[in-house]
């Protein structure tokens, strides 16, 4: 099995034995582009490089005729544009893009935001790809016309690999057009944003079986020509997966640049508050309450590589941070350098220190960035929990998961154990979990996590001494959320 995650800082392909023991991996990085303050895109092409170059490193270990399928665990919320060969008329704008501000406020003004979330279980803002759509209608007018596809990125890696359009329901779900309880194309959404529904890729589920690779892909990557390919899902629900949370009540925190938190239910719920999300899982079987993530990994990459060098180690970088006491001595770090997605969706919203003195060290700041991510993250697991969940766990994956002082952290703000897979790049395992259901390798999704999914023997217990210091620190961060709401502008 090949599981690819085509991820927003590169694409990491591992190719899996049909017994879930990893055989080998490669990853190959690209850029973000940022062409201006609130916008973010990437050439699509460069996804597709990423394949290429990634699947054929990891054919160097196993025959070609030996793999029976690959699948996708791709970023959400993305928008690609396509003409009628489905070739890319701009660049993708990717998730962390908020330029579609105006669209998303327009449509308010026709469909209050309640009856949207109702809808779709989304939110209405502009970090879902049906704005971004209805950005390039509004100020591309002339690519816009040439547009006959409108695709997430995961069916922009389907269509390269099978030649078809078809995206699964949970990439599905993050264009906000597609009704989570029906698992179909909300026709009163659709309406409301006026697009062509035939613009959409085909609706099918994570484990669909599409058929074999198209003869260009087979040359490019290596493949033979038999290799099924199996949709796959979004990439934090293939990480979700491949962390193998799939049991009601169980919660997997995906520290990557964003982090998605994701709580699995037997059934679709709705949050009052529309602080977490209603999406379709990779699992048909279940849906996710999550939040699509607000900058986190990408906070502590901005901190390292503007304040210690892009070379600089980040267990070194936190050691000191271990030092600090908890509540880093009244330093207070909101995780909003995009926008903010806890303790409320507010595109407006940016990062800030507060609370800084003479007495400050960078350990403290440190421990401030890392402290601000949990503090979001207990944001999430309250609404989770008011929403219906009965919360009992955290597997926290991605590369934040390396960090024993963030993940001890985490413990102890939310209250929650915490585990942590083998294997903490779970993206494509969640994938490969796909292909190896979809090709018809293992019969269920139940047993697929059985075969791919083991766990270190220690888990982060939460430290009830921290907990007073932390309901402080927590409050103190909510009241300098609320208290610079006005000056955000939103």
């Known amino acids: 099995m090949i599981g690819c995650d085509v991820g927003s800082q590169g694409t990491n392909t591992a190719l899996y034995s049909a017994d879930g023991k990893l055989v080998a991996s490669a990853y190959q990085a690209y850029d973000v582009l940022f062409p201006h303050p609130g916008w973010a895109e990437q050439d699509p092409r460069e996804w597709i490089d990423a394949l290429h170059n990634t699947i054929r490193r990891v054919l160097e270990h196993v025959e070609p005729s030996a793999v029976k399928a690959i699948s996708f665990g791709s970023q959400l ?122 613009m959409l890729p085909e609706l099918v589920p994570g484990t669909h079986g599409i058929g074999r690779v198209t003869k260009t892909f087979a040359s490019a990557t290596g493949l033979a020509r038999d290799t099924c390919v199996v949709v796959g899902c979004g990439d934090e629900m293939a990480a979700t997966l491949g962390a193998g949370v799939f049991a009601p009540g169980e919660v997997c925190d995906v520290v990557g640049t964003a982090e998605p938190v994701c709580a699995v239910s037997s059934a679709p719920r709705e949050d009052r508050t529309m602080l977490v999300e209603c999406h379709p899982h990779g699992d048909p079987d279940s849906w996710l309450l999550e939040n699509p993530g607000f900058v986190s990994g990408g906070n502590l990459r901005w901190w390292r590589d503007h304040f210690f060098g892009t070379d600089a180690d980040y267990n070194a970088i936190c050691a000191p941070a271990a030092d600090v006491t908890p509540g880093a001595e009244g330093l207070v770090f909101l995780p909003c350098m995009q926008g903010a997605m806890a303790p409320e969706w507010n595109g407006a919203a940016r990062g800030t220190f507060f609370g800084l003195s003479l007495a400050h060290t960078r350990a403290h700041m440190t421990r401030a960035v890392l402290e601000g991510s949990a503090f979001a993250l207990r944001d999430i697991l309250e609404a989770m929990t008011k929403a219906g969940l009965d919360v009992r766990r955290l597997t926290i994956v991605g590369g934040g998961a390396k960090g024993p002082l963030w993940r001890q952290i985490k413990a102890d703000v939310t209250g929650l154990p915490v585990r942590v897979p083998d294997n903490i790049e779970t993206t494509a395992t969640g994938a490969a979990i796909l292909a190896a259901v979809g090709s018809g390798v293992l019969p269920s999704v139940a047993e697929a996590v059985s075969a791919f999914v083991h766990y270190r023997p220690e888990e982060h217990v939460p430290d009830a001494a921290t907990r007073a210091a932390y309901d402080e620190a927590y409050g103190r961060y909510r009241a300098v959320y609320y208290a610079l709401k006005p000056v955000f502008g939103a």
């Open 77 to 198: 919320d993305g928008m690609v544009a396509c003409d009628a060969r489905g070739r890319p008329l701009r660049n993708a704008m990717i998730w962390m893009d908020r330029r579609a501000e105006a669209q998303a406020a327009a449509l308010a003004q026709r469909v209050s935001p309640e009856s949207f979330y109702t809808h779709t279980g989304t939110n209405l803002d502009s970090s879902h790809a049906v704005f971004k759509a209805l950005w390039i209608r509004d100020e591309e007018p002339e690519i816009f016309a040439q547009t006959k596809k409108l695709m997430p990125p995961g069916s922009f890696a389907v269509q390269e690999a099978a030649g078809v359009a078809m995206v699964d329901y949970s990439n599905a779900s993050s264009l906000a057009l597609l009704d989570p309880r029906t698992r179909r194309w909300s026709d009163d959404v659709i309406g409301a944003v006026d697009l062509d529904a035939a």
